[in-house]
């Protein structure tokens, strides 16, 4: 690809590859820094890819190992995420690489109805309020562990709406 064509895939894509990264980093500030040095490192890396898919994959890839990276040197994986979890998003994500993002956001949107009150309120305070699961769990009344097998629940669930199945 050429580093123009590349960069205006992923600057059109960058609000599905932020959300992704805050998927992994759960810090949406630190998420921007993650985005910006993958953005660098793919425009670098232009000329070895065939196609927008081979990017979006290597993209993906990358951000993932990133924000890995950035979460583990600051010791906050407040919401754990396992590798099966990380996976099953990626090939998500990677199947929907060429949907407009306003789908995907519908998508989510009914996905999101889907939850309970509970699980929804959950959501909203992780990433609406952008709370830590410490403070979660003292607006909700459960214990930081609860808080993080619920969210982990959720997103299994979103996950497998995402996908197609019942959440």
């Known amino acids: 690809m050429q580093r123009d064509e590349l960069l205006r895939l992923l600057l059109d894509r960058r ?3 932020l959300g992704y990264i805050a998927t992994v980093l759960a810090d949406r500030a630190g998420g921007e820094d993650i985005f910006q040095e993958t953005l660098i490192r793919a425009s670098e ?5 065939d196609h927008p898919g081979h990017a979006m994959a290597w993209v993906r890839s990358t951000a993932r190992n990133l924000a890995l990276n950035e979460a583990r040197k600051a010791h906050r994986r407040s919401v754990v995420l396992d590798d099966a979890v990380l996976d099953l998003l990626d090939r998500s994500w990677a199947a929907r690489d060429g949907e407009n993002d306003r789908e995907e956001i519908e998508r989510l949107e ?3 109805e889907r939850l309970g009150p509970s699980a929804r309120t959950l959501v909203r305070l992780r990433f609406a309020e952008d709370l830590a699961g410490e403070a979660i769990a003292a607006r909700v009344g459960k214990t930081v562990g609860a808080v993080h097998a619920s969210l982990s629940r959720i997103y299994k669930a979103l996950a497998g709406c995402m996908q197609g199945q019942i959440a």
């Open 15 to 17: 609000g599905v590859i």
């Open 45 to 49: 890396q232009a000329e070895i890819f």
């Open 110 to 112: 009914q996905c999101l």
